[in-house]
């Protein structure tokens, strides 16, 4: 709040506040002006854009993040140099991000987590330099080396456990379609991380990576592989969609419904994203070992670096760690789903994913004050509802992490209250019709139970009146 303060000039700095006051100086001279040319940089791209003309490039990433460079926005993005990815600063949040998880894990469970899956992505990675990556590394107990002057990332140096004081975790990449296709650099990089730590010599319980190394490439071995390709396959740790494709393999079957019971989207996430990649391994499927990385995970890490979006309304989120979840039941493994929020970088908070959905429901989606916003914004307005609604019955279906008293919730709110159903049939059709296919469908599926019996005989009364 001090800070703030000072910054906008509500106080003043003391005379003796000397490297205060070279601060504040610095942000008046090259932060302020440039921030305040954004509205209208803004504008004059999109004009000049839709005429025809020249839109002067620039760098992409989040301001938030310490990205001065970035400003003014209104310019044509351009990526961040993938060859100095991680940066120092997405290495320091990495770092403690991955303490804060590890920290949550030990006191909720009273011991270290062994295995984790985590989700890296193409986009979080373009606006953080790379925070989802160095947080896998450091979980792994692995620090990158920067190249001094250019600031490029030149391998990685592995920490001894003594300085670790703890366990090293066993972490699978769970990448996405643009990250594997927009930095080949950084899977080699992990790629050759995993492989070092693997070949430490360490007792299992300080190095499970190893030890499941081990296990598997005698398994492997065992079936008739020769020993470097087993060795090679044991220790594939990153994994995603085939070569050329994206996504997790659910985005038909929950868009239109064609699905039984969870078990077929857990199947259709493991085989979408059963391709391993590293060296040697460019999206060669490997089906078995998938299914371990999965079925033996204590838990998945999700990171959440913005608050522009959220589990409810982000159908990445929903089917990347929904269908993580459906698939480890498939497995007979029940792992912890961590949503971490690194939308404030002095104050990464891991939750669970139930936690961060009844957080959602709770402060944007089923309040007042956010729906009265989206009325101001009419048809797009009502799609926001409708996708809202979409997030919580997908996450319901996929990972339990919606409950019924919180369908009601939005029930409640954009269909028992009059005045929005209202507007909503009238602003948009299309969306109300969808709000009431999904609310029917929950109902059908058993993932909700309304706490009206007339619940049923009224979703199908609207829908006769929006017909």
């Known amino acids: 709040g001090l800070v703030r303060d000072l910054v906008v000039s509500i106080l003043i700095s003391y005379p003796e506040w000397t490297r205060t006051q070279e601060g504040l100086d610095l942000l008046r001279a090259e932060v302020a002006p440039p921030l305040a040319a954004s509205g209208p940089a803004e504008m004059a791209a999109l004009l000049a854009g839709l005429d025809g003309r020249f839109v002067a490039p ?22 961040i140099d993938p060859r100095a990815v991680p940066t120092p600063s997405a290495w320091a949040l990495g770092w403690k991000g991955a ?50 002057g250019s ?70 071995m065992a079936g008739g592989m020769s020993p470097g390709t087993a060795e090679r396959q044991a220790t594939a740790r990153i994994f995603g969609a085939a070569a050329g494709g994206y996504g997790t393999g659910l985005t038909r079957r929950l868009a239109t419904g064609d699905w039984q019971a969870r078990e077929e989207l857990g199947a259709a996430y493991l085989d979408s994203g059963c391709h391993a990649y590293g060296l040697d ?45 459906a698939a480890a039941d498939l497995l007979g493994n029940q792992p912890i789903l961590y949503h971490v929020d690194s939308a404030e ?41 409708a996708r809202t609604v979409d997030g919580a019955v997908d996450l319901a279906a996929l990972a339990g992490a919606v409950t019924s008293h919180q369908v009601d919730s939005l029930y409640d709110a954009y269909v028992a209250d009059g005045e929005t159903w209202d507007w909503l049939a009238a602003s948009n059709p299309d969306a109300a019709r969808q709000i009431l296919d999904r609310l029917e469908e929950a109902l059908r599926r058993g993932l909700w139970h309304p706490r009206r019996n007339s619940t049923p005989e009224d979703l199908a009364r609207l829908r006769e009146e929006l017909a």
């Open 345 to 385: 970088p002095e104050r990464v908070v891991p939750r669970t994913l139930a936690e961060e959905a009844a957080r959602v429901v709770r402060g944007r989606a089923a309040n007042p004050r956010w729906i009265e916003g989206q009325r101001r914004h009419g048809h797009s307005g009502a799609a926001s509802l």
């Open 99 to 148: 303490d804060a998880v590890l920290t949550r894990h030990l006191q909720d469970q009273g011991d270290w987590p062994r295995q984790l899956v985590v989700d890296c992505w193409g986009s979080p990675t373009l606006r953080t330099g790379g925070e989802e990556l160095a947080q896998a590394l450091a979980l792994m107990g692995v620090r990158p080396l920067w190249e001094s």
């Open 281 to 325: 391994l460019e999206g060669v499927a490997l089906p078995a070992l998938f299914r371990r990385r999965v079925g033996l995970a204590d838990a998945l890490v999700h990171i959440q670096d913005q608050r522009e979006t959220d589990v409810l309304d982000n159908d990445g989120m929903t089917q990347f760690e929904g269908g993580f979840a």
């Open 151 to 220: 600031g490029r990332v030149t391998g990685v140096e592995v920490l001894p456990a003594t300085v670790l004081g703890r366990p090293r975790v066993d972490v699978t990449l769970r990448i996405s379609g643009l990250f594997r296709d927009m930095f080949p650099a950084q899977l080699a990089l992990f790629d050759q991380a995993a492989r070092k730590i693997a070949g430490l010599e360490e007792e299992d319980a300080v190095n499970p990576l190893a030890a499941a190394v081990r296990i598997d490439r005698d398994a492997l």
């Open 58 to 79: 620039g760098p992409g990433g989040s301001p938030a993040r310490g990205r001065a460079d970035v400003l003014p926005t209104g310019r044509n993005l351009y990526a």
